[in-house]
Nanobody, 120 residues
Framework: QVQLVETGGGLVQAGGSLRLSCAAS????????MAWYRQVPGKQRELVAS???????NYEDSVKGRFTISRDNVKNTVYLQMSSLKPEDTAVYYC??????????????WGQGTQVTVSS
């Protein structure tokens, strides 16, 4: 059984910063790519940033230069440092990980989501 637990969401003023963390636990053999998505009511979940096992990253255009994704492979944790936050960044942020376990093999896992609210 694999679990992803997110922490770090909250309320912040425009221009402020927040750091999200997502820790994976369970019978993990290997964590491949990890990513952060976000979703607002009535819209599809969108990819914000991703990081491959080797450290390569990708960002959605609107967050480039403001958000930084990183990972700690020892702690099985992925982070999203968000700076210069804008009201349009308000969403529920979800952690996603491509994980290989010995029992199931390779599969996709999601966290429960954490609310980020940016006030103007």
């Amino acid at each position: 059984q694999v679990q992803l637990v997110e922490t770090g969401g909250g309320l912040v003023q425009a221009g402020g910063s927040l750091r999200l963390s997502c820790a994976a636990s369970g019978s993990i053999f290997r964590i491949n790519a990890m990513a952060w998505y976000r979703q607002v009511p009535g819209k599809q979940r969108e990819l914000v940033a991703s990081i491959r096992s080797g450290g390569g990253t990708n960002y959605e255009d609107s967050v480039k230069g403001r958000f930084t994704i990183s990972r700690d492979n020892v702690k099985n944790t992925v982070y999203l440092q968000m700076s210069s936050l804008k009201p349009e960044d308000t969403a529920v942020y979800y952690c996603n990980a491509d994980i290989t376990t010995r029992r199931i093999g390779r599969d996709d896992y999601w966290g429960q989501g954490t609310q980020v609210t940016v006030s103007s």
